[in-house]
């Protein structure tokens, strides 16, 4: 389960600075929420003596911008909007280790000392296991967002004295929404893992990269330790958990042994957080939160709208290969669909306006062309990959090849029942087919039935509903008294991705058609008798220069079609 992040990618250029992002309205009275701005990289360093962190920071002053990170040939910022007319710069700062060890929590806090988020004591030591006081906690919160302090002279916090040095931060992190206002702060108690997490999450969601507006349902935290995490701090685990941006706080022997397989983060809520601890959440969240597009983006004009993107279930790895590409993080982009629908409903709402484009790894189905017909919408599909239609069966099934005839007459007639007739072995052959609404009937409509419908028998008995299950049915399919193995078809990169997830070729093998053998090289010469394409489909009256086109071509050229690799199709020749 994935909750977006209240991020609108807009663009407007203004001298060397680009604002491409306005996010989150903050509560101190002076701010108005948080902007993303951007600018050219330096040339890549040549000293690599020291590791060395490269960032932004304030021209004038030089304090260093904490959420910043370089994206392709970008340096990237989040900063608030009442600096945005301040004047940023690249800078480099080497990663030198303090007085002590840092443990596992090295790098993380060198990066944050650079970022000005922490600093040694007059030893110059961080102490990575000593707990973190509240006062403390509020103050690296407030560093990392960077915002205007309050003068510290009235926090409204009994406890909080005005010269205090922590007096600053603690008012200002009241003002901002990240520790909750009453009589008493507490200043020097130990904050403990779930109070730090939920500052944390309060602090990320003022600046636009988490969202807290959300409740958790009762069952959504499974984590093995939820139960003892308190309500106030549900929501902060769960925005986290969703972002996978938890950091996952080393577990006491005897605790581990009692648990099961669901992962437990910052376990034992309660217990104390230790410095080392809580620098390590709050480096994660600056690598694993802010969303920034990348040069790829830029380029196709994706960073300013992302076009709302649809398809068929085996299609749904192109728009996770594609936001991969296009932004850091981009499985966080708002607009990045948690799922597509179905083929057959994908072709729906295109055809209804609902969404701007489809990945779809087959050709639209009969009643999806008469459905566009009787609405006036003209389908246009633009090739982005090579794909084909596949039939397998179990894997020590000595049978080896079926014609299209074959094909044709044990789907329409449902002629034959014994392998043997096929060329094969003497077994019961158990025929499987997809729903009708399903992109590999689509398949099935274009190849096979020439009009006609799959075999009643065949519909009623050996339906399988989704792509998975085909796979699955198949496997069981088998009997040993009397010998019998299953058929079955779908797309051929959905079957080869689903063998690192099921294993399904310890079970099942692919057919011949017609004396070829499905592999990548024949699907791309055209051998492959069942060979096609997958598309990206578009109404053929979107406009040139919108989203749904630009992403098209990004899909033609060569970081695009890396994407089709990655998604595990076969990239255009």
């Known amino acids: ?35 993303v701005i951007r600018i050219d990289a330096p040339e890549k360093s040549t000293d690599t003596s020291t590791p ?24 990237f910022a989040t900063i608030p909007t009442a600096f945005a007319d301040r004047t940023v710069e690249p800078f480099y700062a080497s990663l030198i280790p303090p007085a002590e060890d840092l443990s596992i929590y090295g790098y993380s806090v060198l990066d944050l000392m650079a970022r000005n988020v922490v600093s040694g004591d007059s030893d110059g030591k961080i102490h990575v296991e000593r707990p973190v006081t509240r006062a403390e906690a509020a103050a690296m919160l407030v560093r990392t ?3 205007p302090l309050e003068d510290g002279r009235d926090s409204g916090y009994d406890d909080v004295p005005a010269g205090a040095w922590y007096a600053p931060l603690v008012q200002t992190a009241k003002a901002y929404g990240i520790v909750s206002p009453d009589t008493q702060f507490h200043p020097e108690r130990k904050v403990t893992r779930e109070e730090f997490l939920t500052m944390a999450a309060r602090a990320m969601d003022c600046a636009g990269l988490l969202d807290l507006t959300m409740s958790p349902d009762d069952d959504s935290i499974d984590y093995a330790d939820a139960s003892s995490i308190s309500d106030w701090a549900q929501s902060a685990y769960w925005a986290f958990g969703n972002h996978n941006a938890i950091y ?17 983060f910052w376990a034992m809520p309660q217990q104390a957080a230790t410095r080392g601890e809580v620098m390590e959440q709050i ?17 196709f004009g994706l960073d300013i709208q992302m076009p709302v993107i649809d398809g068929s279930t085996s299609t749904y790895p192109f728009t996770d290969a594609v936001y991969a590409a296009l932004f850091s993080n981009g499985s966080l982009h708002p607009d990045k669909p948690e ?18 484009m489809l990945f779809a790894s087959v050709y639209p189905a009969s009643d999806i062309l008469a459905l566009a017909e009787e609405n006036g919408v003209e389908l246009e599909l633009i090739p982005i990959a090579y794909d084909a239609m596949v039939f397998f069966t179990n894997k020590d099934n000595p049978a080896e090849n079926l014609t299209s005839e074959q094909i044709s007459a044990i789907y329409v007639d449902n002629a034959y029942d014994n392998w043997s007739e096929l060329g094969g072995p003497d077994a019961l052959l158990y025929p499987y087919c997809r729903n009708n609404d399903s992109g590999s009937h689509a398949q099935m409509e274009r190849h096979f039935l020439h009009g006609n419908e799959i075999n009643e028998t065949i519909r009623q008995e050996t339906t399988s509903y989704a792509m998975q299950s085909i796979l699955t049915d198949v496997v069981s399919a088998k009997t040993e008294a009397p010998l019998g193995y299953g058929l079955g078809y779908s797309i ?18 692919l057919l011949a058609v017609d004396g070829i053998a499905p592999t990548e090289e024949t699907i791309a010469d055209g051998s492959y008798p069942l ?31 890396r994407c089709v690799q990655n998604a595990g199709y076969g990239a255009l020749q």
């Open 1 to 35: 389960m994935r909750k977006s992040v209240s991020v609108l990618f807009r663009g407007l250029l203004a001298a060397s600075m680009l604002v491409i992002c306005m996010a989150c309205t903050a509560t101190a009275a002076d701010s108005s929420g948080f902007t």
């Open 248 to 264: 996952n706080v080393e577990i006491p022997v005897p605790f581990a042994e009692t648990l099961m397989d669901n992962a437990v």
């Open 283 to 299: 480096y994660r969240c600056l690598q694993w939160l802010p969303v920034y597009p990348t040069d790829a983006a830029i380029e």
């Open 492 to 509: 051929f990169y959905y079957y080869r991705a689903s063998n690192a997830i099921l294993g399904t070729e310890q079970y099942l093998k």
């Open 52 to 75: 060395r962190l490269l960032g932004l920071r304030y021209s004038d002053d030089k304090t260093p911008i904490p959420i910043s990170q370089q994206c392709g040939s970008h340096l």
């Open 145 to 147: 967002l960077c915002v």
């Open 339 to 356: 799922a597509h629908s179905k083929s057959h409903a994908s072709y729906e709402r295109l055809i209804n306006g609902e969404v701007d």
């Open 531 to 561: 060979s096609n394409y997958a598309y990206v489909v578009l109404r053929k009256d979107t406009p040139a220069d919108a989203p749904a086109r630009r992403l098209a071509a990004f899909m033609l050229s060569e970081n695009g079609q």
